[in-house]
């Protein structure tokens, strides 16, 4: 699933195509992709201009002239592309967006499905889903971040994964965070002190630069907008590394489930007091 880096890798190369660019018309080849009613999508999107692109956690936000809020979350396997318009389209390729001018056209994307685009107009106030996150997780201050773990009895990782409290983070960069802080996934969040609250906001914010350089992380499908692959998955020391030694220890890297969420840790590491 793409997480923070990978969205942000998405929109910055999204912004260096798209920004003036006027969208021309559009075909929604399935409508499972688009929460709108096809016809009404089509109307506020065709022909207007492409001002801005830019993100809440894993949110893709695509900001137009006549107040046209675009708003995409790709969840597993969601794709924006950006594709020769003589290719003929896959099949799983769902939403195609003409731009005026251009020799490309932007292509969602999508094997499972699980993704959408929608459009929110800010005059029906239906903003909600976005105001329900919590703060970015690579804008949130160490002060904010011990702040917010002090009241919470539950599990570290559980509340590191909770969109509402920190936006941004999923599986991989949760689990690769906690390792390099040396805190154990299942340690009740208002247990940490203060110095462990530190670390792992810096290991956090680390962590997630590292990967936006090394544009994402590719396990399986992500793929940024010109098909790049990213190149985090060779800094993992933890995720997707089950049974290797640990590169601090040497001890097994472990893997349990942590709220349903298969989990990676170093046993030595990351001890559960
Ligand atoms: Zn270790």
Redesign the pocket.
């Known amino acids: 699933m793409p997480e923070l880096p990978e969205v942000e890798t998405i929109v910055r190369g999204l912004r260096r195509k798209l920004i003036g660019k006027k969208i021309g018309p559009i075909r929604v080849l399935s409508r499972q992709v688009v929460v709108d009613p096809p016809r009404r999508f089509r109307q506020a999107l065709q022909g207007a201009i492409i001002r801005e692109i830019g993100r809440k956690g894993k949110f893709i936000l695509i900001a137009c002239d006549r107040e046209v809020l675009l708003i995409t979350h790709l969840r597993m396997t969601g794709q924006f592309l950006l594709v020769p318009r003589e290719q003929a389209p896959d099949k799983h390729t769902h939403v195609i967006f003409d731009l005026e001018g251009d020799a490309c056209q932007l292509r969602y994307r999508d094997v499972r499905k699980f993704g959408w685009l929608a459009i929110k107009n800010p005059e029906e106030g239906s903003r909600s889903l976005l105001e329900a996150l919590g703060p970015d997780a690579l804008e949130i201050t160490a002060a904010a971040f011990f702040q917010g773990l002090r009241p919470k009895k539950r599990a570290i990782k559980s509340l590191l994964l909770d969109q509402t409290f920190l936006c941004g983070l999923g599986n991989i960069y949760v689990d690769e965070s906690l390792?390099r802080a040396g805190i154990h996934p299942l340690t009740r969040a208002d247990t940490l002190s203060r110095e462990q609250a530190l670390l792992l906001h810096r290991h956090i914010g680390q962590v997630l630069k590292q990967a936006i350089r090394a544009k994402g992380t590719t396990v399986s499908d992500y793929r940024g907008p010109e098909g790049i692959v990213g190149g985090f998955q060779r800094y993992l020391r933890v995720y997707d590394r089950t049974g290797e030694a640990?590169?601090?220890?040497?001890?097994l890297?472990q893997k349990s489930r942590v709220g349903g969420r298969g989990t990676h840790t170093?046993?030595?590491?990351?001890p559960l007091h």
């Open positions: 390792y640990c590169e601090a220890c040497g001890a890297i170093c046993p030595a590491c990351q």
